[in-house]
Nanobody
Framework: QVQLVESGGGLVQAGGSLRLSCAAS????????MGWFRQAPEKEREFVAV???????YYADFVKGRFIISRDNAKETVFLQMNSLKPEDTAVYYC???????????????WGQGTQVTVSS
């Protein structure tokens, strides 16, 4: 059974940084595409970043140059380093196993419970 547990969220001022962690069990992260998604209040969940099984990374345009996704195979953990945070980055951030659909968009499959990130102006 896949279990993903996110941590590292919190309250930060605009321009600040946070590092999110996703600890995985029941899945070998290097064999999967592992992604981060987010959902802001009253908005749909959206793709943020993915680290593929082939060691490629992809980012949503709105985080390029600010966020970095990484993976620690030994710890079965995926990270999201978030820099230069903006108030519009405020959302619940979810870790998930990911797949690229026929629409070329990334979709989550197994989800964690999420961690709240709040960026104050």
């Amino acid at each position: 059974q896949v279990q993903l547990v996110e941590s590292g969220g919190g309250l930060v001022q605009a321009g600040g940084s946070l590092r999110l962690s996703c600890a995985a069990s029941g899945v070998t992260v290097r064999w999967y595409d592992m992604g981060w998604f987010r959902q802001a209040p009253e908005k749909e969940r959206e793709f943020v970043a993915v680290f593929t099984w082939s060691d490629n990374t992809y980012y949503a345009d709105f985080v390029k140059g600010r966020f970095i996704i990484s993976r620690d195979n030994a710890k079965e953990t995926v990270f999201l380093q978030m820099n230069s945070l903006k108030p519009e980055d405020t959302a619940v951030y979810y870790c998930a196993t990911a797949d690229r659909g026929s629409d070329s968009n990334w979709h989550g499959s197994s989800w964690g419970q999420g961690t709240q990130v709040t960026v104050s102006s």
